[in-house]
């Protein structure tokens, strides 16, 4: 017990330091400034003399076309799909992430009797399907760490042959202020598919959008109009950056590393995520938008690192269980900058 106390608060001292450290602190507006803009644009949007059309982009050609010219698009790694038939999951009903090597594999079902494999394969190129390196990769690379219930379903779909890939690709949320168009969804923010996110943040945006609009008589002024919905990318912050940081953080613990600290961090957050209880319960409300709260997040994140840092030091700590528990630590500083990106006060609320 001792051991863990003395992790708690290592772990504490270099979260503060990271904290302290991050920088880009940002004002919230005033409640009282806010309802001056719903005034103001409900004034203006009655005397605009032509009618405007709002276009929200969203996914699909368009919106990954946009995102290309607007944003800073990045390609972490690819999905090789499969569709497994008459099989069954280990535990029924339910999505399943193997952290395998060199990345994680999901399974999924689709339907009674089809499962969804996706295969991460990192970087931004994936063997070739059709000279057979793909059929190759994934029968000497993937095949060996399937689950043994999968495994028979996962051969026969390899020799169908019916095998598709996708980027996967990242890109933060930039505002671009537009009069008469506004983008949501993937040509405006995506984060790694591994969580499942991009759909959660697509319809807690629209959420924020139709709050915003309601108040409003019409939409005549388009300039007065795009300046009011400003608010909407702070507003929109809580749930997309909570989601958005989870799921690039998790991405990266889940990938397997030669580095001990990578591993430990690995192994710590699975056991982390077994504990059952709130240690379950608490980060599945993170990845589902129910408790969109980055305290919630920068918690789970030292209660994880707190607990590899435990676990490292028992029995005895010796100077390398040392050295990996302080890197483990800072593996946590992607939630700390996080942190100082939105200002601490957000986190209090």
Do not use: W
Not at 233 to 255: D, E, H, M, Q
Not at 271 to 276: P, Q, R
């Amino acid at each position: 017990m001792a051991y863990y106390m003395l992790g708690a608060v290592v772990a504490s001292l270099l979260g503060l330091l990271f904290l302290k450290c991050s920088k880009g602190k940002k004002k919230s507006a005033a409640s009282s400034m806010e309802a001056q803009r719903i005034e103001s644009v409900m004034e203006s949007s009655g005397n605009g003399s032509t009618d405007t059309d709002i276009i929200i982009v969203g996914a699909g050609v368009a919106g990954a076309a946009l995102a290309y010219t607007l944003g800073k698009v990045e390609i972490p790694s690819c999905f090789v799909g499969l569709i497994l038939e008459k099989c069954e999951l280990p535990y029924k009903n339910h999505g399943h992430v193997i952290l395998a090597d060199p990345s994680p594999i999901l399974f999924y079902p689709i339907s009674s009797t089809e499962i969804r494999c996706l295969v991460d394969v990192p970087g931004q190129r994936v063997p070739s399907i059709s000279n057979g390196e793909m059929n190759h990769y994934l029968k000497t690379v993937i095949a060996p760490q399937i689950p043994p219930e999968l495994l028979s379903a996962f051969m026969a779909a390899i020799e169908k042959g019916n095998i598709r890939t996708m980027t996967n690709r990242s890109m933060p949320a930039t505002p671009h202020p537009t009069p008469g168009a506004l983008l949501l969804g993937d040509a405006f923010n995506m984060r790694h598919p591994l969580t499942g996110g991009g759909m959660t943040v697509a319809l807690s945006d629209i959420v924020v959008l139709r709050d915003l609009l309601r108040p409003l008589r019409n939409l005549n002024d388009a300039p007065a109009l795009c300046k009011y919905l400003e608010s909407f990318y702070t507003l929109r912050k809580p749930v997309a950056s909570t989601i958005n940081t989870l799921a690039g953080a998790l991405y990266k613990v889940f990938c397997a590393s030669p580095d001990p600290s990578r591993k430990e961090m690995r192994q710590a957050c699975f056991d982390y995520l077994s504990l059952g209880g709130d240690f379950t319960n608490g980060p599945i409300a993170l990845l589902s938008g129910l408790n969109p709260r980055p305290l919630s997040l920068v918690t789970h994140f030292f209660a994880v690192a707190i607990y590899g840092v435990g676990r490292l030091l028992l029995p005895f700590p010796s100077p390398k269980r040392m050295l990996i528990g302080a890197r483990l630590i800072s593996l946590s500083q992607v939630c700390i900058s996080y942190v100082g990106d939105l200002g601490l006060q957000r986190y209090l609320m």
